[in-house]
C-alpha cells in the first residue's frame, strides 16, 4: 500500500519560493503518477500540478505555469514541486496523490476524483 508524506511548506513573503516534496514508501513508486492538489480555507480543492509515470509529461494549472515546476526522483521515490514567485492566492493546503497505472506510463490528470491515495498536506502561506 502506497503511502505519502508532503513536507517543505512554511510561511514566505510575496514573490519567495518554496520547495516542497512527496515522499513515497510501500509499493513501486514507478508505477504511479503523481500530483500535486491545493486547497484554501473555504474553496475547493485545485489541481495544481501533476507527472506522469515516465517524467516526460506535466500538466500544470495556468494559475502556476511559468512559476512552478513538478519534477521526480524515483531512486528517491520522491516528486517535488519547486514553486518561484509566489502570491498570496497561492496559500492552502497543498497535498500529493497518486494514481496507479499498469500499461501507460504518459497519464496525467489533475482532477481529484482520479487519485485514492493521498498525503496528510502540508500548508503554505504567503503573506508579507
Known amino acids: 500500500q502506497l503511502q505519502l508524506v508532503e513536507s517543505g511548506g512554511g510561511l514566505v513573503q510575496p514573490g519567495g519560493s518554496l520547495r516542497l516534496s512527496c515522499a513515497a514508501s510501500g509499493s513501486t513508486f514507478n508505477y504511479y503518477a503523481i500530483a500535486w492538489f491545493r486547497q484554501a480555507p473555504g474553496k475547493e480543492r485545485e489541481g495544481v500540478s501533476c507527472?506522469?509515470?515516465?517524467?516526460?509529461?506535466?500538466k500544470y494549472a495556468d494559475s502556476v505555469k511559468g512559476r512552478f515546476t513538478i519534477s521526480r526522483d524515483d531512486a528517491k521515490n520522491t516528486v517535488y514541486l519547486q514553486m518561484n514567485n509566489l502570491q498570496s492566492e497561492d496559500t492552502g493546503v497543498y497535498y500529493c496523490a497518486a494514481h496507479r497505472l499498469i500499461l501507460s506510463r504518459e497519464w496525467v490528470s489533475t482532477t481529484p476524483d482520479d487519485y485514492d491515495k493521498w498525503g496528510q498536506g502540508t500548508q503554505v502561506t504567503v503573506s508579507s
Open positions: 507527472i506522469s509515470r515516465s517524467g516526460g509529461r506535466t
